[in-house]
């Protein structure tokens, strides 16, 4: 497993811009597919993102496309969530988690980092 560590949360106006980081552990790192997910309180938790080894194949949610990006700096071992055009509706608790294979379930991934909070006001 590789551990995980997840910072740039904040609050935010609606509009704004943060960019979420994601430290990994592990000498292993590089061979993990990483994604981004999220929790709203009283809500399940959702796929927002997710990228390949490699820095390609990446996948979005449809309610972030175009205004999220994720991507990954395998010699730092971090991964990034870059959130443009925030939304009230993208409150939530994040969390960066990693997997074997290019899963969005979030059941499928192993490792998980404790989450940082993102709150978008109006």
């Known amino acids: 497993q590789v551990h995980l560590e997840e910072s740039g949360g904040g609050l935010v106006q609606a509009g704004g811009s943060l960019r979420l980081s994601c430290a990994a552990s592990?000498?292993?790192?590089?061979?993990?597919?990483m994604g981004w997910f999220r929790q709203a309180s009283g809500k399940e938790r959702e796929f927002v993102a997710r990228?390949?080894?490699?820095?390609?194949?990446?996948v979005y949610a449809d309610s972030v496309k175009g205004r999220f990006t994720i991507s990954r700096d395998t010699g730092k071992n971090l991964v990034y969530l870059q959130m443009h055009s925030l939304k009230q509706e993208d409150t939530a608790v994040y969390y960066c988690a990693a997997a074997n294979n290019p899963y969005i379930s979030a059941t499928k991934y192993g490792s998980w980092g404790q989450g940082t909070q993102v709150t978008v006001s109006s």
């Open positions: 990228i390949g080894w490699s820095g390609g194949n990446t």
């Open positions: 592990g000498r292993t790192f590089s061979s993990y597919f």
